[in-house]
């Protein structure tokens, strides 16, 4: 009986520790590609485009790839990489998208969100992390679609990708972002 009671009292402290609301955050080992559907909390050290930012990652700096979100993105001397409108480039999109990513998450701790049916490493050299972030509340992924500043992007399968391509639709129609007059 006493052990009974004593195994009762355990399982309950235990159960009740947990958030079930909150997703499960697991911590990936370095050098490891983290599993479907995982999650873990890293600080953002320096963003690079509109798309694509330096975290620390467990001792090395690692490259993050928003999914699902493609911003305009310059070659070293200014060349346009991307054949996107000259009306993109005449309002400055890749720095209105850069800057907009960086209001977002520069110096703060975010949440990256490993796809459940995507991958979770991009397949060019820079073997970039490809994720979903999440800043407090906030979906980053799916602010810059929804604010104008990506393109429709599907290069990378992922668990969003309608969701995504409807705010970059209604961007578009709303005449925001990339598509200002």
């Known amino acids: ?9 355990l ?3 235990w159960s ?24 873990a909390r890293v600080e953002v050290v320096e963003v690079v485009d509109g798309d694509t ?23 070293p001397g200014g060349k346009d990489r991307q054949h996107y409108s000259q009306k993109a480039l005449e309002n400055d999109a890749y720095g209105r998208a850069r800057d907009f990513l960086k209001q977002l998450v520069a110096g703060k701790e975010v949440e990256l ?22 800043v407090g509340d906030a ?18 399968p992922h668990d969003r990708r309608d969701e995504f391509g409807g705010y970059v639709a209604e961007a578009q129609a709303a005449k925001r972002g990339l598509w200002e007059d």
């Open 139 to 156: 979906d980053v992924n799916a602010e810059i679609c929804k604010q104008g500043y990506s393109y429709f992007y599907s290069r990378y």
């Open 53 to 75: 930012f330096w975290i620390e990652w467990y001792g090395e700096r690692k490259r993050v790839r928003l999914l699902g979100v493609d911003t305009p993105e310059l070659e």
């Open 1 to 9: 009986m006493r052990r009974h009671l004593c195994l009762f009292l």
């Open 11 to 13: 399982c309950t402290i």
């Open 16 to 39: 009740g520790c947990a958030d079930p609301a909150a997703p499960p955050v697991t911590t990936p080992q370095a050098g490891r590609i983290p599993e479907p559907g995982a999650s």
């Open 113 to 134: 969100r490993f796809s459940v049916s995507g991958d979770q490493i991009d397949n060019t050299s820079s073997k970039r992390l490809l994720a979903y972030v999440h």
